[in-house]
């Protein structure tokens, strides 16, 4: 993993997670939902934590704070399905 694709690998991971789906599986592809190098450019450069980015994937909310902070949450417009609220964050180790 190179540092400039780090915050769509981990938005990846992170969804995988929430959906428990194998990252290669999941659909649709992220680089269909959003500008995954555009995102990560916004975050690139001065080290400041840069804006905070929503978007929606499928049934879930994605929350990008800074370039270590990636939170899904179940996007209540969405999923009308019952399925238990939860939240998945992931931050770099």
Known sequence: MTQDHRLGYR???????RTNTDPLELTPRLHDVI?????????????????????EYGEYLVRV??????????NRQ????????????CGLA
Do not use: C, M, Q, W
Not at 11 to 17: G, H, K, P, Q, T
Not at 35 to 55: K, W
């Open 35 to 55: 500008d995954v190098d555009a995102l990560e450019a916004l975050y690139r450069g001065d080290g400041t934590d840069g804006p905070t980015v929503r978007f």
């Open 65 to 74: 704070d800074g370039p270590e902070s990636v939170t899904i949450t179940p």
């Open 11 to 17: 938005i990846v991971d992170a969804i995988s997670r």
């Open 78 to 89: 969405a999923n009308n399905s019952g399925k238990k609220e939860g939240r998945e964050s």
